[in-house]
């Protein structure tokens, strides 16, 4: 008898586990986090535009491809969210003054949630190294 009632108290345990858990992530707006629980990474759509230059002092403007800043290109959209993005904009900038390249970082990113909400988590005309919070907005 108390096997048995073990036995129901792990599988309605399981169960519950496999229904509370994604709810927490299908509730979580995916513009603050990436959304890590696999159910809120296909549950919603999320696509996100960027752009990120180097104006030089000289007002010479250059856009970086950020895929050489990553370790796996492939897995870019891990970083465009509010929780990652001033992390990746402080190495970004580290990496600007290591190579020696003076001037300012401006950035746009710009993502849309489920095909109709779009929201730019960067102030654009900001630069990214000097600015509060590596210029990523509030939310």
Known sequence: ???RRTS???IVGFLVFQ????IRGLVRDKFDTWGEFSWNMYSQTYECRT?????????AEQDLDLRQYVARP????????RQDLPVFHKFLC???ARAGRPG???ARVSCTKNKTETESLVQESEDICT???YAVTGG
């Open 104 to 106: 300012r970082t401006l």
């Open 94 to 96: 580290s990496e600007m």
């Open 74 to 81: 492939d897995k870019i959209g891990r970083i465009l969210n």
């Open 8 to 10: 129901n108290l792990l």
């Open 1 to 3: 008898m108390r096997s």
């Open 131 to 133: 600015a509060h919070n």
């Open 19 to 22: 229904v509370f858990l994604p």
């Open 51 to 59: 752009r990120y230059r180097l104006v030089a002092p000289s007002g």
